[in-house]
């Protein structure tokens, strides 16, 4: 059974300071991997998918990496905004079908 | 292009009593997917189904949880009775037509239900 684990639970950082988020996974046997971002009151949005093949994927200021041999994910988010503020969920897509599994995600807060 | 619809956003009830929610999916999006969403955690897949069919539902409550999809498109998760461990977002996502299994998956704004 696949777990998802995402530390830390919620990180305060300060405006225009790069970070990482981390995710660890138990089954490495994948087919991709996304990052999410989901606002208060609000449902999930995409922000990157990793391919079970690749190795990283980069959208802007959001850089993701995927490294299957030690089951770690990582998102970094470069020059941190106060509208980046939320909260980041991983989720592994692995068996058959898509079945997907959520990590419990970090609360982020970009202090202006 | 319309995102995935859900109503009710708010539903508020006893224990012991029934609730459904609805969800219509992006057209054409051949999986549909019900996740439980309890405060302070990730989403949990209750039920997946490609096109009308079953996928997996294997974290199912079936004692009280149903769920159908109407010819393959607007999809229904019911609660009968519900149970004040039932308080949860319950968000509905769908995700196009593929042979690879690496399409994103697209959610709803979910239904915050308060079981009191």
């Known amino acids: 059974k696949q777990e998802v684990t995402q530390i830390p639970a919620a990180l305060s950082v300060p405006e225009g300071e790069n970070l990482v988020l981390n995710c660890s996974f138990t089954d490495s046997a994948i087919y991709n991997l996304q990052w999410f971002r989901q606002d208060p009151g609000k449902g999930l949005t995409s922000l990157l998918l990793?391919?079970?093949?690749?190795r990283e994927q980069t959208s802007g200021r959001l850089n993701a990496s995927l490294d299957k041999s030690s089951g770690r994910s990582t998102l970094y988010i470069a020059a941190s905004q106060p509208g980046d503020s939320a909260t980041y969920l991983c989720a592994l897509n692995s068996g058959g079908y898509q079945k997907v599994t959520f990590g419990t995600g970090t609360k982020l807060q970009v202090i202006p | 292009e319309a995102g995935v619809a859900q109503s009710p956003r708010y539903k508020i009830i006893e224990k012991r009593q029934s609730v459904a929610f609805w969800c219509n999916p992006i057209s054409g999006h051949a999986t549909l997917y019900w996740y439980q969403q309890i405060l302070g955690q990730g989403p949990k897949l209750l039920i997946q189904f490609q096109n009308n069919g079953v996928v997996d539902d294997s974290q199912l409550p079936k004692d009280r949880f149903s769920a159908e999809r109407l010819k393959g498109v607007d999809s229904t998760l019911k609660i009968q009775p519900a149970k004040l461990e039932d308080s949860a977002v319950y968000l509905c996502a769908s995700s196009p037509p593929t042979s690879g299994r690496t399409d994103t998956q697209y959610f709803g704004p979910g239904t915050r239900l308060t079981v009191l």
């Open positions: 990793i391919q079970s093949s690749q």
